[in-house]
Structures are given as C-alpha cells and as structure tokens.
C-alpha cells in the first residue's frame, strides 16, 4: 500500500524531471555544443543602438547598447566624415545588452545639424542624427521651475478651465446630459487612437530586442485589468450609489496618464532644440486639453461634489503633465515612454468601457448621444489635427 509521502515524491519528481532535461538541453545551446556547426558559416550579427544623447559645452555624449546576439566592438566614431578622438566607457567590447558611454570632445555650434558615425572593429558602421544641435538642460532649481510653468501650463490649468463648465453642465436637462456624456466617449476614444498611433510609432525607433510593441501592448493590457479590478473592488465595498465619483475618479487618472505621454513629447522637444515644434504643441495641447475637464466631471454632474474634490480631480489629471515634462527633458527613455503610452491608452479605454457599461444599446444608438459621440471625436481631432499642421 502506497503512502502519502510516497505519493508526494514521486510527484514532485515527475514535476521536476522535465526542468531538469530542459536545463540540460540549455546547457548544451550555452556551451556552445549543438551551435559550432554554424560557427564557420554565419558571419556575426553586429548591432548597435543609441538610445539618447546629451550635449554639453564642446562634448557630445551617446548612450548605446548592443541590441545584437553577438559581442561588439566599438573601434572608431566619425563626426561629419572625418574620424574623430573619443572615450568610451566602462569598455568598448560590448556583450548582448550591454550599455557604454561614449563621449566625444566636439565643438558643436548651436542649431546645426551633427551626424555621427560608429565604426566597429569588424568594419560596420551605425550612424547617428543630431537634427538640431542644442545644449542639454542640467537638473537645476530653474530649470525644473521652467520646465514645471510647461506642465501647468499645458495640463493643470486647462483641465482646471473644462472643470469650470461643471455649473453649466449641471443644468442642462436628460437630452443634453447624455450629449455630454457620450461627447466625453468620443473625447476618449480619440485619445485611445492617439496614444496607440504614438505608441506604435516609437515601437520603431526602439532595437527589436526590446520587443517594444510586447511592451506596449503589457502597460495597456496590464492597466486595463488593474483598473477594472479596482473599480470592481470599490464597488463591491461602496454600492452603485457611489459609481459616478469613482468613475471620475478613474477618468481623471486615465486623462493624467495621458498628459503624462504629452509631457514627455514637450520635454523633449524643447531639449533636442526644437522650439518651434515645442511652442506649438504647447499651443495646441492647451486647447485639446480644455475639453477633458467635460470628461471628468460628466460622471458626477447629478452629484454636488465639494469644491476639494474638484480640485483633486484637476490635480490628478493635469499634474502629471509636470512629471512628463521633466522625465522628457532630464532623462528620456524611448522604452519608458512607449510603456507609459501604453498605460495611458489602457487606463481610457477602460474608462470608456466603464462609461459606456451604464448605458443600454438602445440608449447609445439615440440620435442625440450619437450626435454627441461625433462631436468629442471631430473636437479633438480638430485640435489634433492644428497641432500637428503647425
């Protein structure tokens, strides 16, 4: 007769011997057994990447990372065709998914353009644009003042300017209620499209060993189900009495992750030397934005929330705009970025799903919330569609 701990061995035995040849297998791959047969046939695959740069007085410093499967070793850097004096540390021979510094002493001239390229020593090379040559901010009290006056500007007072439109909302009867409410669906869902579209387009500026658009598609995805748990939770402790302050609650945190990814686009405009496109997507982002302060108080407009409340609905939705533009001009990261578009676009797109889980087919296919539908949309693409001529 067979005993209890018998039973768990063998158990865990036929639980563990699988891992255990797999491990064997790896071991194999790794010490170069099954492979050397290629060894003598395939060329190594070089690559090399830079992920952002800094300038400072007559130096120019480049973060780059071997994106490759094989070891690289950076032998010369030119700068405008001609070979050029660099350090490069920790050490030039990198192994997959190592990261160095090279610096080069440069005197560079504000406003013109730098190409760069990195030769390694089997004679490849990798170039790298500079489009407009401008100096690199360094983290001080007055720059993160300067930089902080953008987020505000940009996010805190125009969300606070839509929020405003809370009395005028609120007398408004059933028909025009609902117009609002699904003008804040359409508001949204042309946020989603945004967000995904500028996602998808910085998924190709990152090496393929990022796996950047697995990336993206983990921050939506992931806060999509993190926000639907917490709205579950909430409910299930608060009633259906207290959906519409949660639900603002959660538009207003979805509208901030958002500002948060408009923040990094201005930061680093204004850094890599773009002003022009910098002031303009000030401009524009401050119009697009008014409008959100309608999504976040449509939720609560048969409620009379206190004035604090409203206020801690405009801070959470325009004060990550500050936190974007900082990350964007001090320290910007293609791979942080496109996770925080990928969290924005999941945190409104649940938000839209919650909204519109109030209603019935019958109530959303109604000419006059349809008409509303439209309108959020075209008001934002409008304002999109300013930002971007511009």
């Known amino acids: 007769m067979k005993t209890a701990n018998g039973e768990n061995l063998r158990t865990i035995v036929l639980a563990l011997g699988p891992l255990v040849l797999l491990g064997v ?24 990447h830079v992920l952002r740069h ?3 007085k007559d130096e120019i410093k480049l973060e780059v990372i071997n994106s ?24 030039r021979n990198l192994n997959p998914l190592e990261k160095a510094d090279v610096v080069i002493p440069y005197p560079w001239n504000v406003g ?3 190409e760069i390229l990195l030769v390694t020593s089997t004679g490849l090379t990798f170039d790298y644009g500079i489009e407009v040559a401008s100096l690199t901010p360094p983290i001080t009290v007055a720059a993160l003042g300067r930089f902080a006056l953008l987020g505000v500007y940009v996010g805190v007072i125009p969300v606070f300017l839509g929020i405003c439109w809370f009395p005028f909302l609120r ?13 804040t669906v359409g508001l949204l ?25 697995a990336l993206f598609i983990l921050g939506l995805v992931g806060i999509y189900l993190i926000l639907l748990g917490i709205e579950s939770s909430i409910q299930e402790k608060r009633g259906s009495s207290d959906f519409g302050v949660v639900l603002a609650w959660i538009v207003a945190l979805g509208i901030g992750l958002h500002n948060l990814g408009e923040g990094l686009t201005i930061g680093s405009a204004y850094v890599l030397g773009e002003l022009t496109l910098g002031a303009m997507l000030v401009l524009g982002f401050t119009i697009h934005n008014a409008t959100e302060g309608i999504a976040i108080v449509s939720p609560i407009l048969q409620d009379k929330p206190k004035f604090s409340r409203l206020i801690g609905l405009g801070v959470l939705a325009g004060a990550p705009t500050i936190l974007g533009c900082w990350i964007g001009a001090f320290n910007y990261s293609p791979v942080w970025s496109l996770l925080f578009f990928g969290i924005g676009a999941g945190a409104i797109l649940q938000v839209i799903a919650a909204i519109l889980g109030r209603y019935s087919l019958k109530d959303t296919l109604h000419p006059v919330n349809l008409a509303g539908l439209l309108a959020g949309y075209l008001i934002m693409y409008f304002t999109g569609f300013w930002v971007g001529s511009s």
């Open 25 to 48: 297998v790896i071991g194999l791959f790794l010490s170069g057994g099954p492979t050397k047969i290629f060894q003598t046939d395939l060329p190594p695959v070089e690559q090399l």
């Open 54 to 56: 800094t300038l400072q």
């Open 68 to 91: 490759g499967p094989d070891p690289v070793t950076i032998a010369q850097v030119m700068v405008r065709g001609a070979f050029w004096y660099h350090e490069i540390t920790p050490k």
């Open 112 to 114: 013109e353009p730098i």
């Open 171 to 183: 007398r408004l009867g059933k028909a025009g209620l609902g117009f609002f409410i699904y003008l």
């Open 189 to 213: 869902a042309f946020l989603v499209v945004d967000t995904v579209m500028e996602g998808f387009e910085l998924t190709e500026s990152l090496p393929g060993v990022f796996h950047a658009p």
